[in-house]
Structure formats: C-alpha cells, structure tokens
C-alpha cells in the first residue's frame, strides 16, 4: 500500500484502534501502533467497517502472526479471518494468535481458533 494511502487509512481507522487499545493494559500507545505500520513492524488490515493490527513475531522454534488489536464491526473483522491468515501463510507463520478479551472466544470458535489460555495481569510495584 502506498505509504499517503497507509496513511490516510490509519488515520481513518484511528478511533477503532484507539479503542482496541484501552485493552492492552497499556502495552502500545497510538504513537506505538503509527511508528510500528510505518516502520513495517506491524501490517494495517483496513476494512470498510473495522481494522485489524497484526505483527509477525518469531520464536525459537515458530513463526506466528500475532493479532493483537482489532476494532469496528465483529463481522467485517471475522471477513477478514481468511484473507490475514493466507497472508501470514505466505509470510512463514505457522500459526495466529489472537490476544483478547474471553469475549472473543464465542465469535471465534466457529472460525476455527480455539481458547489456548487466559492471561492475567498484576502490576508490580
């Protein structure tokens, strides 16, 4: 995607991810989420109605797509499902994993994914 066209559509995806945010337990910022798209850290998924934040992490042993912000509409996120995971394919990854409120896993488990864990946070002070 031409970088004025990323642009103009991260902007326009802009209130979606800022929502998707308030979940990450303050891990990314906007700021975060721009440098990572414009420095190809992370891939913008841009939808009519919705957007999807991926990043490709690596592991010793595996190559995974990590979805890790989504916003809009559930069903324009859940269209997008087939078309993320044969770019990731393409990429390498043998796997996606997608971190996420427990309230993912009903819309999730008819396409395919499975609850792997939960994960808890504490702050430490």
């Given at each position: ?37 414009s420095a ?16 490709i992490v ?47 896993k009903k ?19």
């Amino acid at each position: 995607m031409p970088k004025d066209i990323q642009v103009n559509e991260l902007e326009r995806c802009r209130p979606w991810i800022e929502a998707a945010l308030k979940y990450t337990g303050g891990t990314h910022f906007w700021e975060d989420i721009v440098d990572g798209i414009s420095a190809s850290r992370m891939q913008l998924w841009p939808s009519a109605r919705g957007c999807i934040v991926t990043e490709i992490v690596v592991y010793p042993r595996k190559k995974v797509l990590n979805i890790f912000l989504a916003g809009g509409e559930l069903e324009q996120i859940l269209d997008m499902n087939d078309d993320v995971g044969k770019w990731a394919k393409s990429h390498g990854c043998e796997t996606a994993i997608i971190s996420g409120r427990i309230g993912w896993k009903k819309p999730l488990i008819p396409e395919g994914w499975k609850l792997m864990y939960a994960n808890f946070q504490k702050e430490i002070k």
